[in-house]
Antibody
């Protein structure tokens, strides 16, 4: 069965960096687009970034452009989110999600999330 | 950027039908997907491409999409349907994925 397990969250000071990981299993990692979606405490879902199945295409929401980088390592079946220059408003649970077969426009499976708290 | 508008809350009695709307400019020309999120848990896809139910989702869940409004309909509502529901589209003009603000479904 499809499993997505996020890790790397924690408490970090404003301006510092953090790298999130998402270990994928139960499917052929190299054939699916992958997303990061976040949810601030008590708020709704916010799409953050996506990477194509081959890593060649990446898109970001405006508020993280230039600060966050999405990447993937097919040899390790792992998705990453490198977060730099973190701000208080980046505090959220970060979910990784897998696109659907032959399309990345919907998010078919989700991990359990990892909490990032940006605070001094 | 493209905006999706959902009512913050909807209440319904058990056994009745709940409709959750998702408004957007000419949303009928887009593919709409719906997610259910229960407290403390990750979202779950319940409807995709406007009307399609994933395997394992009860037939009580259905969707429609026309002109400026997409709707998630839950028939014969049960206590276990109480959750937050989010609509989502892909905005081709910006290559952004967009979520609605979410609707909290309360079963009375």
């Amino acid at each position: 069965q499809v499993q997505l397990v996020e890790s790397g969250g924690g408490v970090v000071q404003p301006g510092r960096s953090l790298r999130l990981s998402c270990a994928a299993s139960g499917f052929t990692f190299t054939t699916y687009g992958m997303h990061w979606v976040r949810q601030a405490p008590g708020k709704g879902l916010e799409w953050v970034a996506v990477i194509s199945h081959d890593g060649n295409n990446k898109y970001y929401t405006e508020s993280v452009k230039g600060r966050f980088t999405i990447s993937r390592d097919s040899s390790k079946n792992t998705l990453f989110l490198e977060m730099n220059a973190l701000r208080a408003e980046d505090t959220a649970v970060y979910y990784c999600a897998r696109g659907a077969s032959s399309t990345w426009y919907l998010l078919e499976y989700w991990g359990q999330g990892t909490l990032v708290t940006v605070s001094s | 950027s493209y905006v999706l508008t959902q009512p913050p809350s909807v209440s319904v009695a058990p056994g009745k039908t709940a409709g959750i709307t998702c408004g957007g400019n000419n949303i009928g020309s887009k593919n709409v997907h719906w997610y259910q999120q229960k407290p403390g848990l990750a979202p779950v896809l319940v409807i995709y491409y406007d009307t399609v139910r994933p395997s394992g989702i009860p037939e009580r869940f259905s969707g429609s999409n026309s002109r400026n409004t997409a709707t998630l309909t839950i028939s014969r509502v049960e206590a276990g349907d109480e959750a937050d529901y989010y609509c989502q589209v892909w905005d081709s003009s910006s290559d952004h994925w967009v979520f609605g603000g979410g609707t909290k479904l309360t079963v009375l």
